[in-house]
């Protein structure tokens, strides 16, 4: 999926009043409904954490609530 940069800064700053973030990520994968392990999942989460724990990130996803998206929005 292409963001349109401006259009998400604007969003980022002055609607929701969001400090400017070190880095946005985009997560994308599957959206079709799956059960992923537990240690699965916290590995995922584990990852992302551990990567940006210095940082001041944005996670974007692509708004469905099923697949790797659900996993990072949790």
């Known amino acids: ?3 349109n940069v401006h259009l998400l800064r604007y969003f980022v700053e002055a609607v929701w009043k969001l400090p400017r973030p070190d880095v946005i990520i985009s997560v994308t994968g599957g959206a079709m409904a ?3 392990p537990t240690m699965h999942k916290d590995m995922i989460m584990k990852g992302m954490m551990e990567n940006t ?3 001041q990130p944005l996670f974007i996803t692509g ?6 998206p659900r996993c ?3």
Not at 63 to 68: Q, R
């Open 1 to 3: 999926a292409l963001y």
């Open 34 to 36: 799956f059960d992923l």
């Open 53 to 55: 724990r210095d940082m």
């Open 63 to 68: 708004g469905t609530n099923a697949g790797i």
């Open 72 to 74: 990072a929005s949790h």
